[in-house]
């Protein structure tokens, strides 16, 4: 499986990603602003998956296989400084390459939450 076109609206906070590779998964999720209150539905192919649907289940075990296995000692060291900052402005380089590593870790957290909603 591969996570492609990681990205954030400027709503708000709006995350939107494709998966490819995966018949099961494969299309471009939208993981709905907080500002428009929570739990945020995650549309795929803007259609929204159901609260704690086995789609969404599958899509959040996925996804945290997936960044499993991106995350090398460097990245998850980087991902944990940006997590300490509390404004990203004139983010070093280091630090630009694993935004959306926490865009996608944002979105298997938010998954987890409307599990247990």
Same mark, same amino acid.
């Given at each position: 499986m591969r !996570?492609t076109?990681?990205g954030? #609206?400027?709503?708000?906070?709006?995350?939107?990603f494709?998966? #490819?590779?995966?018949?099961?998964?494969?299309g /471009?999720?939208r +993981?709905?602003?907080?500002? #428009?209150?929570?739990p945020?539905?995650i549309?795929r192919?803007?259609?929204?998956l159901?609260?704690?649907?086995?789609?969404?289940?599958? #899509?959040?075990?996925?996804l945290?296989? =997936? +960044?499993?296995?991106?995350?090398?000692?460097? *990245?998850s060291?980087?991902?944990?400084?940006l997590?300490? +900052?509390?404004? =990203?402005k004139?983010l070093?380089?280091?630090l630009?390459?694993v !935004?959306?590593? /926490? *865009? !996608?870790r944002? !979105?298997?957290?938010?998954?987890?939450?409307? *599990?247990r909603?």
């Amino acid at each position: 499986m591969r !996570v492609t076109e990681i990205g954030i #609206l400027r709503d708000g906070g709006t995350i939107t990603f494709r998966v #490819l590779d995966d018949p099961a998964l494969d299309g /471009h999720y939208r +993981l709905q602003t907080p500002f #428009l209150g929570e739990p945020r539905p995650i549309f795929r192919d803007e259609k929204k998956l159901e609260l704690g649907s086995a789609g969404e289940t599958a #899509l959040a075990t996925a996804l945290e296989r =997936w +960044l499993d296995a991106e995350l090398t000692p460097e *990245r998850s060291s980087a991902l944990a400084e940006l997590d300490r +900052l509390s404004a =990203w402005k004139d983010l070093p380089q280091r630090l630009v390459e694993v !935004v959306p590593f /926490h *865009r !996608v870790r944002t !979105v298997i957290r938010c998954l987890e939450a409307r *599990r247990r909603s």
